[in-house]
């Protein structure tokens, strides 16, 4: 297209927005920090959020909803989640407007709340007062729900899908006897997030958990996945929280266990959200616009047809009805691009632009031939193929794509995670590549306070798969068990 | 169950109330006017939406998502919208809180909103707002497009589903060239509503069309389902209007036609909501609690063992593999319920409560004769059936259950249809067996709402199937040249 986007290595976030707008995904709206999502953006999440939907629903979950408003009294019996999350958020004060007489609309003073609500910002307080009346005994137990919503954080800069103040996510909340049993399914929903990342969205992420700093506010234990995007910078793409008793303990939630005893309930919570829109842009896509996954492509294949008369538009036309027949009993979506308003050239660029996985052009020479031309979206290679066995061979290179993005990804990603020794090393990577730095650390929240301040990078997580290593901080040479990783973050 | 439901006869609107939370559906929550959709509940509304998903993508349209918030401005764009929707409704006022010093967490007086924000009661303005944007040319039309959301208006008197500050919905908002065009659209997504209704939700339907007086709040025509409750009341369970150029003039929505002339574009918006729960509930159910039409069942067929021993479990647990397989692989949703805390009669009772369509119950003297007893939930009839062949007859017993709902509800509403000539016998109808009441109207405003103010029974709508009739106004004497449909309605 003519129109093109600002190159990634001219301005990697200004080449961001303007894919973000130009491949018809989202936009800002009238209102400050709320998104439009156009329905191609949203055709996106909708794939995502079925696929979720089923590992949650395979996993033993259900779905149910609660409330959007939460009374501002519900945030402060949680001391530690009052602080998170009650401070920027939109409250609901009155609920009237009138005519003030002159033809303006105005509040109507009289209709004031008796106690404010809160616009919710992440849902524990209103279930846990909700479960509070579900659970007498263990019998009740466990309670395995996930809440699909918006969400609203009154955020100051904003940018598409990464960081708005009303954005789409899940909340999965569980309810469980014992601490044991809360704390597995903590981690169990992190294999899901992880194993969503990795086999759909094509992302390699780094499975960890947070430093106390950076835990989720009224988590005893945070664990968290993270991904590399392509200017270096990580991307926390979901966490698994565990909740200890605390919300059971902040709204009274007991339970009589086996043995007749009376105990708070364990919890959980755990979430994504349309975030994960910003890490699949930023972690395939290029110059010439998206690369999305076949999985969660919308449209897996495009064709377009290349004629001179009508009689040849015919012809191609009966290739093409039966090429998509056959593409879609394979359960692949496919797009017949037929347009008399545009020419060939401009519509491979909007597809290109579209990150559709696979084009198909074919023209009058294709069809004496008996071929057609195959375009592949993420190496931006063509091939001339035979027309027989087409959707077997579609087939096969949807699955090829889906491997070859994640593969490139985790290459860069690998490229891109370095252990340093020293903080000078530290301070340089971070400089002059980016990336995942690995190092030893003191453990204490002081010294990655320090360490954020001086270099804007934080500790994303202490990897699960880490193994023990006697080392000293970067920071402070005092003694280390282990290293972190460290990067800089959206 | 012991703690059996209130029945129908003694208290309608009791018997409702009871069973939508004791079937586990819904809750009220602690704020006010706001439900908690339950798991079961949640998974039957989960299907309604899938269906109507489908229907709305198979008839060409999109999912996208706009803001919650709408700037309090944007509804005094249009004159009647202002007046049906910014009077009773949440608003956001302020956007942070802050402790105040003494540990009370306070509305920050600082962090005052410029101009207040409306949680959505409906989403005409934010989206014709944001079409402006989109909409430029005839080849940007039509727009097609529908979002699923949460939505809220003020109710001081709310019950479950029926009427809530808060639900659930979608709401399709569509962009035409043409008048004729936007029209037919509104036509056709009544079409859908009413093949919704009736072929999964097993609900009978009048389709037609609302008097100016009922109209949408800036609409130029109202079409609608409407559907009758077994205690006589009608419920309108879905609307479709013709928005004319009402929002594109009120938010300057102009296109270039393919003769180059700029005009307004034309508007449909259509909608249902979590009250079609309401509808599902009223029109089925019996003094034993919910009757689910099979499709839109979470589960449509329980079996439960019957044993005395370990091993007479493990026998009847063979069978139950096998049935369950087979019942699968056809697409039917089964649960086993082989709790060992509870008795038989108490399953019964339980799934009976819960509407499941077939219940399977299987004991010893079944495993010798090779037999089960199949019960089903509408007709509340037993029978001994052989375990040959059972999977396939259960198939077709679904099949025949959610007929047989549809005929009985159709059967109802038949009875329930009156046709009267006079007020006298207008109001005697009304209050000795309610039910929809054809009558004749003289066309006024003023005599519908007369007739409301003395009968309480509002026009529910001019049906579309009306044939033309002379006639004389019940109320006024004055002439008419067709029946009108009243009802008390929810
Ligand atoms: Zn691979
Ligand atoms: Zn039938």
């Known amino acids: 297209m003519s129109k093109g986007i600002t190159s990634r290595k001219t301005d990697y976030s200004q080449w961001y927005n303007e894919l973000v707008v130009k491949a018809d995904l989202a936009e800002h709206s009238a209102v400050r920090g709320c998104m439009v999502i156009k329905p191609y953006g949203y055709a996106i999440w909708e794939k995502m959020q079925a696929a979720l939907d089923k590992m949650f629903k395979d996993t033993g979950h259900s779905n149910a909803y609660f409330p959007l408003f939460i009374p501002k009294s519900f945030f402060s019996k949680e001391a530690s989640h009052v602080e998170g999350f009650a401070t920027e958020c939109a409250v609901v004060t009155h609920y009237r407007l009138k005519n003030d007489g002159s033809g303006n609309i105005v509040v109507d003073e009289e209709a004031k709340l008796e106690e404010e609500l809160i616009v919710r910002p992440t849902s524990e307080t209103i279930i846990w007062n909700t479960y509070k009346g579900w659970i007498e005994s263990y019998r009740d137990l466990p309670i395995l729900v996930n809440q699909w919503a918006n969400v609203v954080r009154w955020e100051m800069r904003t940018r598409l899908f990464l960081r708005t ?5 899940q909340e999965g909340h569980t309810a469980h006897a ?25 992302l390699p992420v780094v ?13 005893l234990d945070t664990l968290c996945i993270e991904a590399l ?9 979901g966490t698994s929280h565990f909740l200890g008793q605390n919300f059971a303990k902040a709204f009274d939630v ?14 959980t919570s755990w979430g994504v959200s349309t975030r994960l829109m910003g890490a699949l842009i930023m972690a ?6 998206l690369v999305l996954p076949p999985k969660l492509a919308p449209i897996q294949v495009v064709i377009v047809p290349i004629y001179k008369n009508e009689e040849e538009r015919q012809t191609i036309g009966g290739l093409a009805d039966t090429l998509i027949a056959e593409l879609k009993s394979k359960g692949i979506s496919v797009k017949y691009d037929d347009r008399d308003t545009h020419r060939p050239g401009f519509k491979f660029a909007e597809w290109e632009l579209k990150g559709v996985p696979v084009r198909i052009a074919v023209g009058t020479r294709d069809m004496e031939n008996g071929t057609v031309e195959i375009a592949r979206r993420d190496t931006q290679t063509k091939e001339t193929v035979s027309q027989a066995g087409l959707a077997d061979r579609i087939e096969q290179l949807l699955e090829t794509i889906q491997h070859t993005i994640y593969e490139k990804a985790l290459g860069f990603r690998d490229a891109n995670t370095v252990e340093v020794e020293t903080y000078d090393e530290f301070k340089r990577v971070l ?4 990336g995942f730095v690995s190092a030893h650390w003191d453990g204490t929240v002081e010294t990655e306070k320090l360490i954020k301040e001086e270099t804007k990078a934080t500790i994303r997580c202490i990897p699960l798969a ?13 003694p280390s068990t282990q290293r972190v990783l460290f990067a800089r973050a959206y």
Not at 229 to 237: E, P, S, T, V
Not at 254 to 263: N, R, S
Not at 284 to 289: F, I, K, L, P
Not at 466 to 478: F, S
């Open 165 to 169: 103040a009303e954005f789409l996510w």
């Open 178 to 202: 014992t601490r044991e049993e809360a704390m597995e399914e903590t981690a169990r929903m992190l294999g899901v997030y992880a194993d969503f990342a990795e086999n759909w969205m094509a």
């Open 207 to 219: 499975r960890g958990r947070k430093t106390e700093n950076e835990r989720f506010a009224g988590a």
């Open 229 to 237: 995007m392509q200017d270096g910078k990580a991307l926390q793409a």
């Open 254 to 267: 007991k339970f009589t266990a086996k043995d007749g005893k009376l105990d708070y309930v364990w919890a």
């Open 284 to 289: 395939h896509s290029d110059d010439q616009g």
């Open 431 to 434: 400089d002059e590549q980016g």
């Open 466 to 478: 880490n193994k023990e290593e006697a080392g000293v901080c970067i920071r402070t040479g005092k």
